[in-house]
């Protein structure tokens, strides 16, 4: 046999190799495919370079449901960008956009008559202004205390509520002789009043305190009581109060806060 047949008969043998090595790959690696969910012209696509094409092409999809996209949060212009191919790269953008959070709290603002004393208040509260009661004339013993204002959360299950009065005291009666009277008028009332936290400035005092009454849930809150004006030797005091369940506290400290921490005076 010639050199050139001895030749050409290792080329066809080497060539038979190969091709039954690819085939036996070919196959294995089909089934491999076929073992993750890929349909037969999926895996065709793949063995073929066109990898890009198993990616579903989101405009052509028939049935949406707008219901679960409106879910999400997606406006109307989002979803037909959605559906027009042009959101699979901007999915995160959306979902980032989409405002998961609660709306923050908004705020009223109460003004005194003779507009010299101002304090926010959440807006949606209850709002009561200028009403006497009994009970608070009861408690307002020799210091003409006077009802302004009142705001209470209508949210069931957790009471809260503003309070906002005026007084006259007398002007050599310090804030901690006024809390003092505090207590003992809270003790008639039968509510044992404890003083938690107190702060003394020059014509203001920010103090937290709990009240406890037998067969009554416990109340904390957070006052203050802040000067107005003095006139013929006696000082008008306005007594901010934002009282609530004890047991709720946690849920209402940074709204108390930012309440008490909102009144102020024109001079």
């Known amino acids: 046999m010639s050199k050139i047949i001895k030749f050409i008969l290792i080329i066809v043998v080497i060539l038979a190799g190969i091709l039954l090595i690819r085939t036996i790959f070919s196959y294995l690696g089909k089934r491999q495919l076929e073992s993750l969910g890929l349909e037969t012209d999926q895996i065709q696509q793949l063995l073929q370079g066109k990898e890009s094409d198993l990616i579903p092409d ?15 949060g997606l406006e109307t212009d989002q979803i037909q960008q959605l559906l027009q191919g042009k959101g699979l790269g901007s999915i995160s953008d959306i979902i980032k956009s989409t405002d998961f959070e609660k709306k923050e709290q ?4 109460f003004v005194s008559s003779d507009g010299k004393l101002k304090l926010s208040y959440p807006s949606g509260w209850l709002e009561i202004e200028g009403e006497d009661s009994n009970s608070l004339q009861e408690k307002a013993g020799s210091h003409d205390l006077k009802f302004l204002f009142s705001a209470q959360n209508l949210n069931l299950g957790k009471f809260s509520q503003i309070l906002v009065h005026e007084g006259s005291f007398d002007s050599q009666e310090g804030f901690e002789q006024i809390i003092e009277t505090m207590k003992e008028t809270n003790q008639e009332q039968g509510w044992d009043m404890q003083i938690i ?30 000067l107005i004006e003095i006139a013929e030797g006696e000082k008008k005091l306005g007594l901010i109060a934002f009282i609530v369940f004890k047991k709720d506290w946690s849920d209402f400290r940074e709204q108390a806060n930012f309440v008490i921490n909102s009144v102020i005076i024109n001079k």
């Open 58 to 72: 989101v405009s052509k999809i028939e049935s949406i449901d707008f219901e679960k996209l409106e879910g999400l």
């Open 197 to 226: 936290s107190l702060e003394v400035k020059n014509e203001e005092v920010v103090f937290e305190a709990q009240y406890q009454k037998t067969d009554r849930y416990s109340l904390r809150s957070k006052e203050k009581i802040i």
């Open 106 to 109: 908004t705020y009223k603002e």
